[in-house]
């Protein structure tokens, strides 16, 4: 968008004025994202919603081409809820309690030489972004996603696993559906299932279900899992480097998280006490100096970068990418 399109807008929505342009943004916004509102009352709650956003979106982005900032912001599909409605019903990760885990569970390789940068999606470990919806199943994505990598390099076939089939059935394991899970117990709840379905053969539905899971449908498998070190960084590449994807838990949090568009993500806000979401770190790399972690989220493709995000690596644990990570052993 031009920069003074951006500035006469801005001064719009500031003032609180109607303008055809923000009504035929508004209005665009609606038919792509297919939003039917049920009455006035809240239609006029869901616009002012997304106004707040369009100004936080703008705002943000006028600093980021003035150099402050290394990321954009956008008006994705989430762009009608408030952070508050984001928080409560997409990121759905429990906390882990610590001392259900004993310390140095993964073992690093010794003298491992570690690559400059790493890409598992050029590898094929890692199935395409899926749309959790408003279930807060991030949970289930997030371990699949590193179980999926494995049974790649085992099987040298990647076959997307159903996180439906751990909404519905792994609730005696610990874990809520739609209400939220722990990575640590999906994994449990495939290691004494001694399997999951494919996705294929259990689709994802957005919602709590009766559970369906049948031998014929099973995709994949796991022994155990290991558990890194709280909060190192260094362990995590290495994970990464030399395993594969790995499941994290983040602060996702921010409204400036939920409308991330692209670039390198280093919100100095993004508190790493405060972890919410679980994600897939399917790599690592350098863009102009800047250190970053790759990973998937699992919000669709229209947010972020087609469904990723690039976050600042080795800035004192940013967002708590290393507070909780976990990998699968076959």
């Given at each position: 968008?031009?920069?003074?399109?951006?500035?006469?807008?801005?001064?719009?929505?500031?003032?609180?004025?109607?303008?055809?342009?923000?009504?035929?943004?508004?209005?665009?916004?609606?038919?792509?994202?297919?939003?039917?509102?049920?009455?006035?009352?809240?239609?006029?709650?869901?616009?002012?919603?997304?106004?707040?956003?369009?100004?936080?979106?703008?705002?943000?982005?006028?600093?980021?081409?003035?150099?402050?900032?290394?990321?954009?912001?956008?008006?994705?599909?989430?762009?009608?809820?408030?952070?508050?409605?984001?928080?409560?019903?997409?990121?759905?990760?429990?906390?882990?309690?610590?001392?259900?885990?004993?310390?140095?569970?993964?073992?690093?390789?010794?003298?491992?030489?570690?690559?400059?940068?790493?890409?598992?999606?050029?590898?094929?470990?890692?199935?395409?972004?899926?749309?959790?919806?408003?279930?807060?199943?991030?949970?289930?994505?997030?371990?699949?996603?590193?179980?999926?990598?494995?049974?790649?390099?085992?099987?040298?076939?990647?076959?997307?696993?159903?996180?439906?089939?751990?909404?519905?059935?792994?609730?005696?394991?610990?874990?809520?559906?739609?209400?939220?899970?722990?990575?640590?117990?999906?994994?449990?709840?495939?290691?004494?299932?001694?399997?999951?379905?494919?996705?294929?053969?259990?689709?994802?539905?957005?919602?709590?279900?009766?559970?369906?899971?049948?031998?014929?449908?099973?995709?994949?498998?796991?022994?155990?899992?290991?558990?890194?070190?709280?909060?190192?960084?260094?362990?995590?590449?290495?994970?990464?480097?030399?395993?594969?994807?790995?499941?994290?838990?983040?602060?996702?949090?921010?409204?400036?998280?939920?409308?991330?568009?692209?670039?390198?993500?280093?919100?100095?806000?993004?508190?790493?006490?405060?972890?919410?979401?679980?994600?897939?770190?399917?790599?690592?790399?350098?863009?102009?100096?800047?250190?970053?972690?790759?990973?998937?989220?699992?919000?669709?493709?229209?947010?972020?970068?087609?469904?990723f995000i690039r976050l600042a690596r080795n800035k004192r644990n940013l967002c708590g990418i290393a507070s909780f990570a976990i990998y699968p052993t076959l």
């Amino acid at each position: 968008m031009h920069i003074l399109c951006v500035v006469l807008l801005l001064a719009f929505l500031v003032l609180g004025h109607s303008s055809s342009p923000l009504n035929k943004m508004w209005e665009e916004w609606k038919i792509k994202h297919h939003r039917v509102y049920d009455n006035q009352t809240e239609i006029i709650f869901r616009r002012a919603v997304w106004q707040k956003n369009l100004v936080l979106v703008l705002r943000h982005n006028q600093e980021a081409s003035a150099g402050k900032h290394n990321f954009t912001l956008g008006l994705n599909h989430l762009a009608d809820m408030t952070a508050e409605e984001i928080n409560e019903k997409m990121n759905g990760l429990k906390l882990e309690e610590p001392a259900n885990f004993t310390n140095g569970t993964f073992k690093e390789v010794s003298g491992l030489s570690m690559p400059q940068d790493v890409d598992w999606r050029k590898n094929g470990l890692v199935s395409p972004v899926q749309n959790q919806g408003l279930c807060g199943s991030c949970w289930a994505f997030s371990s699949l996603g590193a179980l999926e990598g494995q049974m790649k390099k085992r099987a040298g076939v990647l076959v997307p696993l159903s996180p439906q089939n751990l909404v519905d059935c792994s609730t005696s394991d610990g874990n809520h559906g739609c209400k939220g899970g722990y990575i640590s117990k999906a994994f449990k709840y495939v290691i004494r299932n001694e399997g999951v379905d494919s996705e294929r053969f259990y689709p994802y539905e957005h919602q709590n279900g009766k559970c369906r899971y049948s031998v014929k449908g099973k995709a994949g498998y796991c022994s155990n899992f290991h558990i890194l070190p709280r909060g190192d960084e260094r362990a995590l590449q290495a994970a990464v480097a030399s395993v594969g994807p790995v499941a994290v838990a983040v602060n996702a949090m921010l409204p400036s998280f939920h409308n991330y568009r692209g670039g390198l993500y280093n919100a100095p806000g993004c508190n790493p006490r405060f972890i919410n979401h679980a994600v897939l770190v399917v790599g690592y790399g350098t863009d102009r100096g800047q250190d970053y972690w790759l990973v998937k989220n699992s919000w669709g493709t229209e947010w972020g970068e087609e469904g990723f995000i690039r976050l600042a690596r080795n800035k004192r644990n940013l967002c708590g990418i290393a507070s909780f990570a976990i990998y699968p052993t076959l």
